[in-house]
């Protein structure tokens, strides 16, 4: 709703089918009209959706569960060199890497949709990250459509679904006869082939997962770049172009939201940007020319975009929902700087054809802006729009500003319940001077209030919450025509501490954004009322 733009023509074919949903529901609406075959990973987290899938779908649909992540790889190949169209669902890519690598240099066209987890460190994690993610970024000819855990995948919002109409005329069949749209594909196939190519054929066989001697390895390696990859850009392209003349909605690569006189901005992607969009309210209220740029799109990273957006703001902020520590620089954070260099390198250009002709030239250095780098969020819940108006304040403390840090207050809490715990804190303070500053958290007194009402409801197991206020909360949309919006802490656990799942609710042309921190109603299940469980927030703020 705040980064889509619709063009200027008013025929609309496909306006799509408004329903609420949350992301897994979303994902199961769509792919019980596209796919022949779906990959499940057989865990709890997917337990709903596989039966979503089971018994919703209106059409022959092969579904096929596994826990390992090699069965599913193998099984999804194995549909896809057959001419099937096939989906692989997973919140783990441990196991795939390999796979994925050999999907992209056989061409094979299956999507991976991630719900994105954090990877296993010192301990598992029942929340999300973006480790996975950023991971298998250089095997993208196979789609990566990733959501995160809980906060996309378990959370109720309004969306449109695609239309039948629109699936069949925007995407085919997997049999039909299209023109090759590439010359190398042309070379391959001839001037036709099929959407989805059979490559396992007896009668057409394929050379594929031979073992290639050096030099036939290396040639065939750098052949992909030219012939294949270098067009993945502009074939995107032409599919957005498409789907935005069809349906009225745009979704570009890179999107900012009062971007364009923003002095201080923050370049993030995924269920963050929300809470960003309210921090940024709040901010221009104030008087600071703040703005967000989410980033929709991680390959072909759409740098030319991005440094155009950036020239001549005063500072950036990329937040990443993973961390590198021995690395120079997070992933996101190196793809700004090298898109940067190169507007600074087309500005020291003296001729003609410029170094990047896609980019624009920085000739000052003011062009640039000073670059920050967060971290949030891993295995755990997102920051609220308290620290996050501390990351952007952050921003304009000049040379006293902390280049890198992680977003909450991590390192220390000023009143302790245990004096050993005090003397604890008190020691590594001494010996680590610096923990301070590794951290930026926002004011704890500080809220945030919603544009509708809000709720804060307790429940022991955080399943069956999630289902009973997700359930509510469409009742609220379809029966009472409602904005709605839900904002689970977790999901899957069932024995843990109580958790907290908030709903929010407004009339039909109220816009929400970012999760309020105050609430016009607090409930608890009895059992969490006897444990004394407790909801920041139980007042209503006094505006």
């Known amino acids: 709703m705040w980064f889509r733009k619709k063009p200027a023509s008013v025929d609309i074919r496909y306006p799509g089918l408004p ?87 056989g061409r094979q066209s299956c999507v991976i949709n991630l719900t ?27 789609g990566l459509c990733a959501q995160d855990l809980y906060r996309t995948s378990h959370a109720i919002q309004q969306v449109l679904v695609p239309e039948p ?21 042309i070379v391959l196939f001839g001037e036709q082939r099929r959407r989805i190519p059979v490559l ?52 570009d690569p890179v999107t900012g939201y009062q971007a364009d006189d923003a002095d201080y901005l923050i370049l993030a992607q995924g269920a963050i940007v929300e809470e960003l969009l309210a921090a940024v309210q709040i901010l221009r209220a104030a008087g600071v020319r703040a703005g967000v740029i989410k980033l929709s799109q991680l390959r072909p990273f759409p740098g030319a975009s991005v440094t155009q957006l950036l020239q001549g703001k005063k500072a950036l902020t990329i937040l990443e929902r993973t961390d590198q520590p021995l690395a120079e620089d997070g992933p996101l954070l190196c793809e700004v700087r090298a898109a940067l260099d190169k507007a600074l390198e087309n500005g020291r250009a003296t001729g003609q054809p410029l170094p990047y002709p896609a980019y624009p030239g920085f000739r000052q250095v003011s062009d640039r802006p000073a670059l920050y780098s ?17 990351v952007y304040r952050n921003m304009q403390n000049g040379a006293r500003a902390r280049k890198s840090f992680y977003v909450g207050q991590l390192f220390g809490q000023p009143d302790r319940r245990f004096p050993h715990l005090q003397t604890l804190q008190q020691k ?14 926002g004011d704890p007194g500080q809220t945030s209030a919603s544009a509708g009402t809000s709720a804060a409801i307790h429940f022991l197991s955080s399943q069956r919450g999630v289902f009973a206020v997700n359930t509510l909360a469409q009742a609220l949309a379809e029966v009472r025509q409602m904005q709605v919006r839900t904002y689970p802490q977790s999901g899957l656990e069932q024995t843990l501490q109580p958790t907290v799942i908030t709903l929010v609710c407004a009339q039909p042309d109220a816009t929400l954004s970012g999760k309020p921190t105050t609430h016009d109603l607090v409930a608890a299940m009895p059992a969490c009322r006897a444990r004394g469980s407790q909801s920041p927030g139980m007042q209503r703020s006094p505006e």
Not at 170 to 182: E, M, N, R, V, Y
Not at 207 to 232: C, I, K, M, T
């Open 19 to 105: 329903q609420t949903l949350d992301g897994h529901a979303a994902l199961a609406a769509v792919e019980k009209q596209i796919s022949d075959q779906v990959c499940i990973r057989a865990i709890p987290l997917f337990t709903e959706l596989a039966d979503l899938l089971r018994h919703q779908a209106n059409r022959p649909l092969l579904i096929r569960e596994s826990a390992e992540a090699r069965e599913l790889a193998a099984l999804s190949t194995g549909a896809t060199l057959t001419g099937l169209r096939s989906t692989l669902i997973t919140d783990r890519l441990t196991g795939l890497l390999e796979t994925l690598h050999a999907m992209a240099g």
């Open 116 to 142: 994105a987890r954090a990877l296993p460190r010192q301990a598992d994690s029942l929340h999300g990250g973006h480790d996975e993610y950023h991971a298998v970024a250089g095997a993208l000819t196979p």
């Open 165 to 185: 109409e629109l699936i069949n005329e925007f995407l085919g069949k997997p049999a039909d006869s299209i023109d090759c749209p590439t010359p190398s594909q």
């Open 200 to 251: 396992l054929d007896r009668d057409h066989p394929a050379g594929l997962g031979a073992v290639q001697d050096q030099e036939s390895y290396f040639r065939a390696l750098a052949a992909q770049r030219p012939f294949f990859y270098d067009h993945l850009g502009p074939l995107l392209d032409s599919a957005r172009r498409e789907f935005a003349y069809l349906t009225g909605r745009t979704y």
């Open 374 to 390: 967060g971290i949030y969020g891993i295995g755990s819940d997102l920051p609220d729009c308290a620290d996050l108006l501390a």
């Open 428 to 441: 590594l303070q001494h010996d680590y001077p610096e923990l301070e500053r590794l951290a930026i958290g």
